[in-house]
């Protein structure tokens, strides 16, 4: 029997998401801002072990590429999408697994025994999210991984691959030499501020680029751009940095939550388009925790379908509306068609 040929193969941290609502307080003791994404320093490492003694917490598969993967996988057919990243070996890697089976997202996990699973705390406060996240064994992802017989058949196989922002560029690399396309989603505003000389490692080989206001800001502080709030101008920014493949214009999505999305091609820098987004009433938002990697998940399993990138967009839209309507960066079922 042979091994399934996956479409989409992607990479990331492996994260499980320890949501809490009502987290007013836990915003005054560690000092943490409604809408924002970190990573744990050592005076709020407490965080996790509080809330699961003292709060109430619902577990969700997280990280920002497994939420994208899992979200590609909610959108194609079965087989379609594959996911690597490191995890330990513990019962949060098992409740990955479990999340990742229900929703068709097949794995091929690095192992570090004896290291605890990624985790981020999720501090809900209205339809707000602030995120705090400690790698844990994901930051121990071995590249040696991706030369393994089967994870390499798997980058080789596949026809389109999307990465964390501060992943192996070898991935990044090979997709650009052998004419594939080549996505990365820039995940939280910390990866522009402390993992800039890696980003501008797998920018030239970035068919697409993917992020928030949030974030496209933050690479914008890190770059030194004049205009952080001016969003079309940042994604030009990015749009028209050097590239390896020429042949394949860059093109950059940036989300802004229930405003517009803004997306700009190389090719045209200058004129960058505007897609509405659909509103939802007040009450029909339960949770934006994952919307965006959401969208990112919608977006690339339309390309990877075959749909043009403004079809795409739209189905973004459509994944991520679904994502705030649910606890975490979850899907409903049964399935709803989004293409």
């Known amino acids: 029997m042979s091994e399934p040929s996956y479409a989409l193969f992607c990479m990331g941290n492996p994260l499980l998401d320890i949501q809490v609502t009502n987290g007013e307080e836990l915003l005054k003791k560690y000092n943490l801002n409604a809408n924002d994404a970190i990573l744990a320093d050592d005076k709020r490492l407490p965080i996790y072990d509080e809330i699961v003694k003292e709060h109430k917490v619902v577990y969700v598969a997280g990280g920002a590429a497994q939420n994208a993967a899992r979200g590609a996988a909610y959108v194609l057919p079965p087989d379609s999408v594959v996911y690597t990243g490191c995890v330990g070996g513990d019962d949060l890697a098992e409740q990955l697994r479990a ?14 025994k004896g290291a605890q699973t990624g985790a981020c705390a999720v501090v809900i406060t209205g339809h707000h999210r602030s995120l705090v996240t400690t790698l844990r064994a994901a930051e ?7 030369s393994t017989p089967q994870v390499a058949r798997l980058i080789d196989n596949a026809k389109f691959s999307t990465l964390k922002a501060i992943s192996s560029p070898m991935v990044s690399k090979k997709a650009s030499d052998n004419g594939k396309v080549f996505a990365l989603n820039l995940s939280a505003p910390f990866i522009a501020q402390f993992f800039k000389v890696q980003l501008e490692q797998v920018f030239p080989y970035c068919d697409i680029v993917i992020g928030n206001e949030s974030e496209a800001a933050a690479w914008a502080s890190a770059a030194g751009l004049s205009n952080k709030d001016d969003i079309p101008a940042i994604a030009k920014s990015i749009a028209t940095l050097p590239k390896s493949n020429a042949s394949r214009p860059r093109t950059v999505v ?76 979850q899907y409903l079922w049964p399935k709803v068609a989004i293409l």
């Not at 999340?99 to 570090?112: D, F, I, Q, S, W």
């Not at 121990?140 to 991706?146: D, E, G, R, S, V």
């Not at 938002?285 to 919307?291: H, L, Q």
């Open 254 to 329: 940036i989300t802004q939550g229930a405003d517009s999305t803004i997306l700009v091609t190389a090719t045209d820098p200058d004129k960058p388009q505007i897609f509405p987004v659909s509103r939802l009433e007040e009450g029909q938002i339960v949770d934006t925790n994952g919307a965006g990697d959401a969208f990112a998940g919608g977006f690339l399993g339309a390309l990877v379908s075959g749909r043009s990138v403004e079809e795409a967009i739209l189905a973004g839209h459509k994944l991520g509306a679904m994502c705030v309507q649910l606890v975490g960066p």
């Open 99 to 112: 999340a990742n089976k229900r929703e068709g997202l097949a794995e091929a996990y690095l192992v570090e």
């Open 140 to 146: 121990k992802f071995n590249k040696a991984h991706l």
